[in-house]
């Protein structure tokens, strides 16, 4: 009786172990969302056949990019994004990298002007955002966090960009560039943003199909993030030779799925105010194109996926290299004897909108007096915040300043 039961609770236990072992795939399980932005790949990358749905697209993502199948998704212009998710938590693992995004990246062999230093190519940042499935519901419903890359509080990073798509008139009469005879019309699909810019997603010979989704019967897409520099150089002068550099670490298909620069740590995430938060692991990954930039023949630049995987099940959660910073650099070059700087960062008070246009935007959780120092360490303003949302007109020239309360300072670009 004894051994009857024992085979029977191991038969039991073997059953559950594998349950729980086959229930962990290390790669991508379900794609939940997926759109991209206009671009040149778009309705190609997946393809798009009439009558399909948004659902026939999501199915289509997953095709490509789940399951280790490395097909590979485009998502367009600035803001286009995909939602993926694994069928278990990705532990958060101090100083480990957790998870890895493959993108299709790569450095250029060559570059005209010889500048080794400088990691580039073809690398197409996309923004990481996380979730914990809070409420336990399997569905990524719950609080999103950005993970804080290396351009984060960069000056020239705008976080709250917005940018705004127009469904194009595909049979309007186009306008070719005269110079670039391959840009067939360069007034293709208009785009405005919060910031006060706008242009055009041009079309080119290389792809004749619609570059709006056409399962969207919108007339505008709109999108919302968190938006990097431009990280393109014109090496040839002339528009014949782009490069992209690559940024330092936490974007996707920004550098070589080699490189352990492409895995990420959920010990970046930050809130949308830029407050650090620590998450136990997660269960889904948003990832969307984090540059609105535009590089002549090769057009847009649009982050594209191949795929992700839990690095702790792969064996590839090596050591984070240099512990990258969570909080806004305490080092700020000189300015931690600014008068009434602590050296610390609570999160009270945020800048919103950065690079500053007319007006400095500033949200506080208490009353407190701020003031603004030019970068020789000149006061340039003082003035009293509320508790809130404070919109202080700003008529400063150009240029870089530091604004510091009591206890939290930024540097900002006035434009
Ligand atoms: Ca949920
Ligand atoms: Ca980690
Ligand atoms: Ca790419």
Redesign the pocket.
């Known amino acids: 009786m004894m051994k009857r039961l024992s085979t029977i609770i191991c038969s039991l236990l073997v059953t559950t172990l594998c349950s729980f072992v086959t229930a962990q795939s290390p790669y991508i399980d379900k794609v939940y969302d997926f759109l991209p932005a206009p671009g040149q790949f778009v309705n190609e990358l997946p393809e798009y056949e009439p009558g399909d749905t948004r659902d026939d697209l999501i199915r289509k993502a997953e095709e490509a990019i789940a399951h280790n199948e490395q097909g590979l998704i485009s998502l367009g212009g600035y803001g286009g994004y995909v939602v993926f998710g694994f069928d278990h938590l990705v532990e958060n693992q101090p100083g480990k990298y957790d998870f890895k995004i493959l993108g299709n990246a790569f450095y250029a062999a060559s570059n005209p002007n010889g500048n080794a230093t400088r990691e580039g190519g073809s690398c197409e940042p996309g923004i990481v955002m996380v979730?914990y499935?809070?409420?336990?519901?399997?569905?990524?419903?719950?609080e999103w966090y950005e993970l804080a890359g290396s351009e984060y509080y960069q000056p020239e990073t705008i976080h709250h960009y917005e940018i705004t798509y127009y469904k194009p008139d595909e049979n309007k009469i186009p306008a070719p560039d005269k110079n670039y005879p391959f840009l067939n019309d360069t007034t293709y699909i208009q785009w405005t943003s919060n910031q006060g810019d706008y242009g055009y997603v041009s079309r080119n010979v290389y792809h004749s199909q619609s570059y709006y989704p056409q399962w969207i019967t919108d007339e505008t897409l709109v999108f919302e993030g968190t938006k990097l520099a431009n990280n393109y150089v014109d090496e040839s002068g002339t528009g014949s030779y782009y490069v992209q550099y690559a940024y330092d670490w936490g974007y996707a298909d920004n550098h070589p799925n080699t490189d352990k620069r492409s895995g990420f740590s959920i010990e970046w995430a930050v809130d949308g105010d830029g407050n650090p938060v620590q998450l136990p692991g997660i269960?889904?990954v948003k990832v969307y194109t984090g540059v609105n930039q535009y590089c002549g023949w090769l057009g847009e630049t649009s982050t594209e996926i191949l795929g992700a995987e839990d690095l702790h099940l792969t064996g590839g959660d090596v050591d984070v290299p240099t512990n990258p910073p969570t909080n806004p650099p305490t080092n700020l070059e000189g300015f931690e004897n600014l008068p009434g700087f602590n050296g610390s960062f609570n999160g009270s008070v945020r800048l919103l909108q950065n690079p500053v246009r007319q007006q400095l935007i500033i949200v506080s959780v208490q009353s407190q007096q701020t003031n603004v120092y030019n970068l020789i360490g000149n006061k340039v303003m003082s003035f009293p915040i509320e508790s809130g949302t404070n919109h202080i007109p700003c008529n400063l020239s150009k240029g870089l300043y530091i604004l510091a309360t009591e206890n939290y300072k930024i540097k900002f670009l006035k434009q």
């Not at 499935?133 to 719950?142: E, M």
């Open positions: 979730s499935d809070a409420n336990g519901n399997g569905l990524p419903d719950d269960h889904f």
